[in-house]
């Protein structure tokens, strides 16, 4: 059971260069999350998906575009690399949120490494 | 706006010690709570949560929370550390009509022989 992957695993681009990260999952899940962490300041939400088709602003958007075209994969673009975009990125699943009345276990990816010179 | 606080980016103990980490909260309303867990080069899995059904929720590998409603808090606890204990650990907050998870900033736990 592959769980929730995330490709590829390390990238090295240089500023202004474009990538994406593509996230997948198995189970089936209606919600999809990604973060990035960086030293001392934990997980921060970036964007995020209630279901296929949808998407919405997290706490740090900018400089970063995602889309959901397909329920089990989640794609995060980067259209003009900087170097403040270097770090870890994570992408998580879950059957439901808060909103939904029941508080639902995220499911993460192994992560990607991201470096911008 | 929710948030949560853990007190303390690092963390040491001997082995066989009691392990504590802080974490409140900030909501208007009793939230949905979570702790994660993340060893060296992986990702976050969960703890436990806390959900209101019981304000001592016990979690996988001994550990335990104690939801504190006037204190606003949700500390981690395990009576004895071990060796393999040693990672990262974050708390989570998720209010009841939301649909995200915000993360604090983490606290790294060291277990010394």
């Known amino acids: 059971n592959a769980g929730v992957t995330q490709t590829p695993k390390f990238r090295v681009l240089k500023t202004g260069q474009s990538m994406t990260l593509l996230c997948a999952q198995d189970?089936?899940?209606?919600?999809m999350y990604w973060y990035r962490q960086d030293p001392g300041m934990g997980l921060r939400l970036i964007h995020y998906?209630?279901?296929?088709?949808?998407?919405a602003k997290g706490e740090v958007p900018d400089g970063y575009n995602v889309s959901r075209l397909k329920k089990q994969n989640f794609l995060l673009g980067l259209e003009s690399a900087a170097p403040s975009q270097t770090s870890v990125y994570f992408c998580?699943?879950?059957?439901?949120?808060?909103?939904?009345?029941?508080?639902?276990?995220?499911?993460f990816g192994e992560g990607s490494r991201l470096t911008v010179l | 706006a929710q948030s949560v606080t853990q007190l303390g980016s690092h963390v040491s103990v001997s082995e066989g010690a009691l392990v504590l980490l802080r974490c409140n909260y900030s909501?208007?309303?009793?939230?949905?709570l979570f702790w994660y867990v993340q060893y060296p080069n992986q990702g976050l899995q969960l703890l436990l949560k806390?959900?209101?059904?019981?304000?001592l929720v016990k979690g996988i590998n001994g550990f335990e929370a104690e939801f504190k409603k006037s204190e606003t808090s949700f500390h981690l606890t395990k009576p004895s550390a071990h060796m393999s204990d040693a990672a990262e650990y974050f708390c989570?907050?998720?209010?009841?009509?939301?649909?995200?998870?915000?993360f604090g900033t983490g606290t790294r736990l060291q277990v010394f022989p």
């Open positions: 989570a907050v998720s209010e009841r009509n939301t649909d995200k998870l915000i």
């Open positions: 909501s208007s309303v009793p939230p949905y």
């Open positions: 998580a699943s879950s059957t439901t949120t808060g909103l939904a009345g029941t508080a639902g276990e995220l499911f």
């Open positions: 806390y959900t209101s059904a019981a304000t």
């Open positions: 998906s209630v279901g296929e088709g949808t998407t």
């Open positions: 189970m089936n899940h209606e919600y």
